[in-house]
């Protein structure tokens, strides 16, 4: 199964969907000019193969800053994995935050409403 890669740049997160390893991160700044242009692959990739290729995985979020409009394409993001979940597809995400506010600030933006698990982590 082909997995999906994309490094990193200054803008931009490094995501690595790696299904023969069971490896899934998205991580590092996150600010393109158009999140929608660079997330699409991603989505994509959830849509074609996330319901075979993510279950039983974990999926690791450890994006150290995003603006406004990548807040709206991962909230995206989660919503797809979301979906997968309440499908039966068993996946869990690890969102890796630096202090209390930032994790207070996921929960009130991103996570109300999902029923998928996430576990917090702070960032070692």
Known sequence: MEGLQIKATDVSPEVIFNPSAKKFSISGWSRPESPSKFYAPIMKWIDDHGAEQ??????????????????????????QLDKLHQKG??????????????????EYEFAQGLSIPINFQHKA
């Open 89 to 106: 597809v068993k996946i869990k995400i690890n969102w890796f935050f630096d202090d209390d506010s930032s994790k207070e600030e996921f």
């Open 54 to 79: 993510m279950n039983n995985a974990t999926l690791d979020f450890k994006i150290e800053y995003f603006n406004t409009p990548s807040a709206r394409v991962l909230r995206e993001i989660l919503d």
